[in-house]
């Protein structure tokens, strides 16, 4: 499994991990998100590492079919990437003006949206 698909295989754990098995859940956590060996994850949960190979393409089969089917990870993106444009255009406004009233909208609006980037990192964090 290459660098790229580890990562893709985190972000995808992230949303759909309970809708993974105990022992898929354990691999996941182990090999991708601890970044062991498939020898150190077989050692570690006693079983042969073919073992651990066919659970991990077993879990990275479903949680790529969740995603096919719910899309929750490429809408997310698609949000934070709106959500950055919109910070973005925000300091370009406040960059144009030098009328403090609008300034200080611009900083409430960037206030804004960053306490709630905040809070939804802490609500994913916390598995909410």
């Excluded at 499994?1 to 105990?22: A, H, R, T, W």
């Excluded at 073919?50 to 659970?55: A, I, Y």
């Excluded at 479903?62 to 490429?74: F, I, M």
């Amino acid at each position: 499994m290459q660098m790229d698909s580890k990562l893709e295989i985190s972000l995808l754990y992230d949303f759909y991990k309970e809708l993974l098995n105990d022992s898929q859940q354990q691999v996941v956590e182990l090999y991708v998100n601890d970044d062991l060996s498939l020898a150190e994850v077989a050692e570690i949960l006693k079983i042969s590492r073919q073992g651990v190979r066919d659970s991990l393409n077993r879990a990275t089969k479903k949680l790529r079919d969740y995603e096919c089917k719910l899309h929750l990870l490429s809408d997310y993106q698609t949000r934070y990437a709106a959500t950055m444009r919109i910070l973005d255009d925000v300091e370009a406004i406040k960059g144009l003006t030098d009328q403090p009233d609008i300034a200080g909208l611009c900083d409430n609006i960037t206030d804004n949206i960053n306490n709630t980037i905040k809070r939804m990192e802490r609500e994913d964090q916390h598995g909410v």
